[in-house]
């Protein structure tokens, strides 16, 4: 049933809107208008008239709620990533930066625990206000410190993600605080990042793939089932390999 | 530390190879070989001339692993679907058919519970054949019967997967065995199967999305950075949508 | 060298100008201008401080000087369907519809004589008027006709592009207008489309081929080389196919 | 009319056969047999049994025919690079290298003159047997030299394409060859080449563009309509430019 203070995702023909239950609240669109007063109690999963109201799931609330300062990451390329990273229950992850901590909100739902390091103010500041805004990442340590400062016992996190303009001088303490085998992703928007951390990078980590994630979405209208007219052609992409022992 | 039985993915210059760890076994690539009581009580990720020892991912198992009779849910599509059913620690899901199991596998580590149904005998023991062979599924409930003929509570399940080559005479069941606003997915290879489906779906179900997955791979020569030179072009296209309540 | 009235391509960091060079005229882009009585009887291929300027080609004028009322045949696909349907300087090509005169432009600038039919009589006169605008198309005669109504004789075409919103009604005289073995061309924005095609073509048409055209573009900046955000997800599938004789 | 030595395109299901037509010669598939002699003076686009035969298109030829030692230029590119270089029937074409004579081919089906340089022998060769073999290119001058050494007039191609490893050293010799405006392509398969031409064209030539192009080919079957399972995923990067007069 929905009550007061749910988080919304709205539909109306092709747009959706986040919002959050107030019963004094309403939306307006065209010339339709849903009162959210007559949601209250109501089973989630509503038709009302053009409208259809569910509660929001985590794509949602990453895609149309969080406030960024920085390039998101896409839940296309999130939910990748938690997957490459092997993140179970059980899973301590480390994330630098933290951004404005999509990529953070993901993980810390299938994690045992998420360590995210961020050294803009800004930003953590941001991912803060993003996760007490939604109630998420209870499972979460902030920390607002350079990762190379950090410090971090041997062999402490179970896979690793980094979102770092240059990866590279974080490379050897990346190395040095994943266990054996441990999964790592990188994620970087220019091919010339690619190249220069592949450059870098065999020495310390083995089992190298790199990749590009395409979605391609249709329009719905069964008797012209075609293809959206436009689509994401890049975010970044996408670096995934494994410690290896030396 | 790697141990007898555990199961290994070898990488060899560009190639992977599935093996599990017989300390009597080897293998052969080119002129090089890998002797596996070599790696006993070594540490993971390991590498040993031009070879890269790892513990295998459940990718890996999936799509080194798994035998399959039918075509297979890739894990580019099933890291997807997993998500965007919102499968979580206590979520219990509903999937049918099963398959060869490959999206169940990736359900069962996510979820509480996973239901699986199958009707064709021979997909119901080559699935809990691949589970039992990598030690998957503890929360996975196989199913050899007809969906349609089970006996399901109303609104037992939180979300549901359906692979079936026609999904219409099950969507009022589905429907009813939900709870409200749950998300379903949709595995379609033809248009065709999309069109009829939208075509009947609406008064049921809301929130449609339709999403085709692209993955493109790059060689990972710094000095000669491109992709590789040809992709998966289909599996499937994939149809998201939400129990309406009514 | 330049010279007045000359269709001028100006480009100003990322973005396209199609201008007609009036020397009196002049364009202005953030704080910069470009007076057009400086480029008079100056070399073709000019930078004049920001600005970039070349004649225009027939990809510029399509694009950015075509007014068109309906969707445009855009010039990837154009330049694909003219050497698919196999036009040279002494071919006769059939087309229909005319709309907007993009696909008739690059058809008449290869082709020996290209014949366009159009029904409705706004799409006629635009077409008409874009290619008087830019002195387009001398080879090109144009009907406001029905092509169903036309009076051909058989086998009287090289070639023929049909882009009309149902093509199996004009099957039938379009194999009759043909020479034997002569290649086809259809336009569909729609699966639904598609499907209708392949179910009615096949005793009349052989060496069917469906295929979708994508282009990505990149940023130029070398030091950050990455694709740009956004591309062009759909414009429609393209139908290939040949008369077999019967 | 069919006839002794016409080049053959037959197709067979979803395989294609390029065959000359000796009427002694056949073409077995599966269970069925082609005799040539029953295609000699038949109408072309022909179906008979299983098979369609139809005059093979210089498509055909190059995709099937042409023998390689190179990477060859895809159909799919050569059509839209003719294109961006406003190849028309009076337009003399500089190229380099000639490669197996993929593009040149196409270049001289619409240009008026095509020149084209190969330093190494084995190509030269194997692009003139290719063309003689076809009865291609009588507008095309081989030259088997370095274009660095040969003598060549200011100003004297209206259009260029570059095929080679490192393009840098020759930007200069082509920036004088050419008229001013003229279009240039070049053809690049990775991206570390791509960003050492951005940083060193620019100077010389303006209005820069890189483009991907991709084709995606769908099954013919209208009741189960569905793309291919696999698609070129990389052929080159494509750069095109404009000659700025300085």
Avoid at 135 to 163: C, M, P, Q, R, T
Wanted: aromatic fraction near 14%; proline fraction near 3%; glycine fraction near 6%.
């Amino acid at each position: 049933m929905f009550k007061e203070g749910d988080w919304l995702l709205i539909r109306y023909e092709d747009k959706k809107y986040l919002r959050r239950l107030d019963s004094k609240g309403s939306l307006n669109v065209k010339k339709d208008i849903l009162k959210f007063s007559f949601l209250l109690n109501k089973p989630e999963g509503l038709r009302v008239g053009k409208f259809e109201v569910f509660k929001a799931t985590l794509e949602d609330i990453i895609l149309l709620g969080f406030r960024r300062k920085t390039q998101i990451i896409y839940p296309k390329d999130a939910f990748y990533i938690a997957f490459k990273l092997g993140i179970r229950k059980n899973t301590r992850v480390l994330e630098f930066g933290t951004g404005s901590g999509a990529l953070c909100a993901v993980l810390s739902e299938l994690a045992g625990e998420v360590h995210t390091y961020e050294v803009v103010e800004d930003f953590f500041k941001l991912a803060k206000s993003n996760f007490e805004r939604f109630g998420l990442g209870k499972n979460v340590v902030f920390h607002l410190e350079d990762f190379l400062k950090a410090e971090i016992k041997n062999e402490f996190y179970d896979s690793a993600f980094v979102d770092v303009k240059d990866p590279i001088p974080f490379l050897d303490k990346l190395h040095r605080v994943l266990k054996n085998s441990a999964p790592v992703g990188f994620l970087l928007p220019t091919t010339n990042q690619v190249v220069d951390l592949l450059s870098n990078i065999k020495g310390l980590f083995g089992g190298i793939e790199v990749v590009e994630i395409f979605h391609r979405y249709y329009k719905t209208v069964p008797e012209r089932f075609r293809p959206e007219d436009t689509m994401t052609a890049h975010t970044a992409y996408l670096v995934f390999c494994r410690k290896i022992y030396n």
